[in-house]
């Protein structure tokens, strides 16, 4: 699976960059009770660290939602998705298990406070995947049952258009039990150090193939 990043980006976001694990060979089910009670912890630790902090000014928080004010999107209204997470944990409002692939992503996305984004390749059109800014009329349905209007969001897109942005993803390509063959998006912040990134990805990539099977490959796209 091959990903592009189009020049609406990179004119707008000089820096911007993404990482990329591409999964083959897994097998989704019902989260083991070891990874649910980790998530639990988790949040729970989450929501008494984050008790005496504007979730707004987290500088991973605050750099991406710069981001959207850069693309044209209006922070305030559409929250991306890890600063939507974060806002749940401040209020006790823990999420609950969906799958052993979806657990993970979430994890992660809290515990990196960066949005992260995972795609069931088999309801991906064609063998590329292209990162651009949505255009007027551009929408899809959101995994929130809400119509999603993609205009001036980051997104990911295929042959037939919008599946995945940084705000909230697509019930079209959402990873299920049925899901064999996944790809992994970590919309990273511009100032992540690159000599940290590796690692970052690495530790995602085994925990993700602890909980799923299967092999993963790592790879970083950023701004020519």
Known sequence: MDVM????ICRTIPQFKVGLIHYTNIQVAQSPQMLRGRFRLFQESLFLELE??????LPNVKEWRDIFKKTGKDPNRYRHSAEALLRRMKKQSFLSSVNSAIDVNNFFSLKWQMPLGI???DKINGN???LRIGEENEEYEGINGRSISLQ???IACDERGGFGSPFVDSVRTAVGTETTEAVQIVYLTSSFP?????ALLHSLKTMFIQMNGGEGTISIKTCP
């Open 5 to 8: 990043i189009d020049s609406s």
């Open 52 to 57: 005496d902090k504007h979730i707004a000014d």
């Open 119 to 121: 795609y069931d390749c």
């Open 128 to 130: 590329t995947i292209q």
């Open 152 to 154: 001036h969001l980051i």
């Open 194 to 198: 690159n000599d940290e990134i590796d």
